[in-house]
């Protein structure tokens, strides 16, 4: 039986790269699945020093293997060497990181309640609670990281800190990526003396593939970033098992940003400027791209959207992810761009495609809900509301998205306090007088919020808390302390913080 | 126009009650609704004292109808009084703790990232994170805890003190108890000067009205205790809306017992009274009922199964919860009964329903998966296996559960730490030496699970942390100190734990 299989393609020359890749199916995804399952006990139950060590050894192979992998991702994503450079540090960064973590006990949520034997009507029991690790996972790699957010991404490096084994689905844009990736997770697991079965990398452009890795029934969970389209249909299966799973989806985002009046006044300009700046950032492929812009009609108003059409036109070409991507977004534009209520400004480059901006009112951006949707790509939309008042009540109207931004000046505080409770309410982080893109890999950041920005918008897909979605909690009523696990032992040999009757019993070892 | 209505039925004389209640339907979701997100707003950012203070005076408001809350829902549920009584006693201790819990600050989880503005290449921002409310949810009262699971139960408490107005549909068997506990809440609102819209009861029997709840666009969260049948439905509807919401719906467990060798030579005898008093409980209508246990065929067990027999023999007979509940009952056991492969014990009761014991062997129960089932009613299994490793290998097929529950001494702990891990996977809390029914209310509880135990295995739907189903994470990046939510601010008013770089900042005021 010959195994087909399928190429990588350069974006800048749509040709075909060197090296072949599996097209991998359903019987893949058993193997791994099964595979996984067998290990997935012995996974769980490991030290987290263990876990930890994994994760920085990871780290180290794929340092060692730094100019292979940027060499190759530039070649099959068009991404620039320093920005790729940069990616991998983040990606190393992050897996130091969650190795950290998982040494550390607070995402064990440690609950312990003090029995009372002798209490009436009933005793009250000896109750002690933590999270363990779900199970073997899947993660889907997205086109526009394809080393931060992909093979050896924050999904991938925070499900192992928890304990779950993962399989990848490696997205097909950059399968030689994936590849040499993937190659250093097995040199860690040796080097580690872990099973190989804690990772695999399926690869293959058929959404079988997908469907097969979603719908498997040893899978315990979803993690997911890219579209709405492919992300809602892989939720809708997750969603309709006989035992339906939590899927991570992180769909897209509008990111919208509000200039306050006095803000604009001062610094109309620069604004511009940055605005220009950020929304072109990777060629306007980053989830926080800023896709929409309200302002307030003024002449400072003006003189800021001249400088962005000053900016806009001098904008060098770009190339895009994968021809796929270009082309939608070259049919994006044109349909949007066709609307009589909407005015198109393009740069005119030699090469690659063009950056856009739209500009309309209030009142069309009102008639025209579709242009809420995310375009992938160097473009972004300003709408001009005719005061306060209005951008306010169009405020109550955006869908769920990643961020809100907020430019505002000490003399706009009374309207940003109006403002800040309707954009709670839409996003998962607000930014205030910066812009959306770049995402901090902290302990506080949350890269969700309201769907489509998350399918699960009590979690966050970046940041230490990314671990808990890969947790479940488990209660143990009345056992002995020989069978407790070691964070719930009465000595606490592991150290954790731990809530004793509803206090902290606070350890800064941690 | 005249609204149709319906009444409540007696289940021991299936007769109707006196009163009338409405039907209501897709028309009075949607008024409810737009009522709550009228204030919902002004509801979230309430102090979580003045939260505290109305969960406290709904409790005020119930004590004072005691009387009449205890006097219905007997007519309603044939329940006995004194259970009723306590019943009522823990809804209001629950309505209490989460008064405290309001108050307290972890549920916000509070986490602050320190600014480092001359990082390189990038200044790390201010980053400040806490969870909001999600707005106006929806909650779904059970027929077997008409207080405590229903319209003032666990679901209802934690949504308010969280910040969340509520919408209760009420379960139709008991809609008299329902309409007087509403009462209590509309009082309560008065009394705090609080909107009516906070809190609203609606009543019907048809689907129709649950399914218009559970898809209505302004409903962001749903809690649910009942069947897998109805459940999964609503379950389906929430994740196929345009907008998924997280649906909390705990579904059935067959709460598995393992009970091992030297414990059953031990105390055998004991065990087996012990069983037949928490399947019983009830009417066998626990959500915890243990509804299968696991022996090893020895002399002791069969001197247990002897007692059991006998335990079984000499019970009363139960009126169930509803005429529904009761026939299904005695069509399922009527079902596995005529089971060549299964055996029957039954008692014999002058009145209402009989207690059942089916017995069989590990072979039959690996041939029949269906028998993993939940019987709602006084009815369990006892499934004899060959020896250890027989019982080891079936506990790796079960369904996910609330509970699973060991039975050891000290002679089986080298069998009990093979069994704890796999019991650990599918269950929410594990009991040792004890029995599933009865689940405290306290900050370490888990009553979740492995879906169908729960929909959401990594939420608890009983205890303090059930606060958590409804809030979602928000941050703030480099917002001014004036701008900040109060939690958030630097000095800290609230006094709040926080986590500040990873490192938690005790705070023993809670």
């Not at 359903?26 to 791994?32: I, K, L, N, R």
């Not at 997750?238 to 610094?267: C, H, T, W």
Request: hydrophobic residues 40%; aromatic residues 8%.
């Amino acid at each position: 039986m010959t195994k087909e299989t399928f190429n990588a393609i350069d974006p800048a020359t749509e040709q075909y790269l060197n090296g072949e890749f599996p097209q991998q199916g359903s019987s893949d995804v058993d193997f791994a699945a099964t595979s996984a399952l067998e290990i997935s006990e012995q996974f769980r139950r490991t030290s987290p020093a263990k876990r930890a060590s994994l994760l920085n050894t990871i780290a180290d192979c794929l340092e060692a293997e730094r100019e292979n992998i940027v060499k190759r991702a530039q070649l099959e994503s068009a991404l620039p060497e320093a920005r790729l450079n940069g990616e991998l540090s983040r990606t190393t960064a992050q897996l130091r990181l969650f190795a950290e973590v998982a040494t550390l006990g607070w995402w064990q949520d440690v609950i312990l309640d003090t029995p009372i034997p002798d209490r009436q009507p009933l005793a009250k029991p000896d109750l002690r609670r933590h999270n363990i690790a779900l199970g073997p996972v899947a993660v889907f790699g997205a086109s526009n990281f394809p080393l931060a957010f992909s093979t050896a991404g924050g999904d991938t490096a925070s499900a192992l800190a928890a304990g779950c084994p993962v399989i990848v689905k490696g997205h097909p844009a950059h399968p030689g990526t994936s590849d040499i990736v993937a190659s250093c997770f097995a040199n860690a697991l040796e080097l580690c003396q872990l099973p190989q079965s804690v990772f695999t990398l399926l690869q293959g452009t058929s959404h079988e593939l997908g469907q097969a890795l979603v719908q498997h029934p040893i899978i315990k969970a979803v993690g997911f970033t890219g579209s709405i389209h492919g992300g809602r249909a892989l939720f809708d299966l997750a969603q309709s098992r006989p035992e339906p799973i939590p899927f991570y989806g992180e769909l897209g985002a509008a990111n919208p940003v509000f200039i306050l009046p006095n803000k604009m006044v001062a610094e109309g300009d620069s604004l511009a400027k940055q605005f220009v700046q950020s929304m072109t950032m990777g060629s306007g492929q980053f989830c926080t791209k800023p896709g929409v812009v309200f302002v307030i009609k003024s002449e400072a108003c003006d003189s800021f959207l001249s400088t962005i059409r000053t900016e806009i036109q001098a904008q060098d070409g770009h190339t895009l992810l994968t021809s796929g991507i270009k082309q939608q977004y070259l049919s994006q534009i044109d349909f949007r761009g066709a609307d009589e209520s909407i005015q198109l400004i393009k740069s005119s480059p030699e090469f690659g495609v063009e950056t856009c901006l739209f500009e309309t009112t209030s009142q069309a951006w009102r008639d025209n809900p579709q242009w809420q949707e995310e375009i992938f790509g160097p473009q972004s939309i300003v709408v001009s509301c005719d005061n306060f008042q209005d951008m306010l009540e169009l405020s109550h109207h955006l869908s769920g998205s990643l961020t809100a931004t907020l430019q505002a000046n000490k003399a706009d505080y009374n309207l940003a306090k109006q403002l800040l409770p309707v954009l709670e309410n839409m996003a998962g982080r607000i930014v205030f007088n910066g812009w959306p893109t770049g995402v901090e890999v902290s302990h506080a950041m949350v890269h969700g919020g309201p769907y489509p920005a998350s399918t699960m918008p009590a979690s966050t897909s970046v940041g230490t808390q990314a671990i808990k979605r890969w947790l479940r909690p488990v209660a143990y009523q009345s056992l002995p302390d020989e069978l407790l696990p070691d964070t719930l032992k009465q000595s606490n040999p592991l150290n954790v913080t731990r809530t004793i009757d509803g206090v902290v019993e606070i350890n800064n070892r941690e």
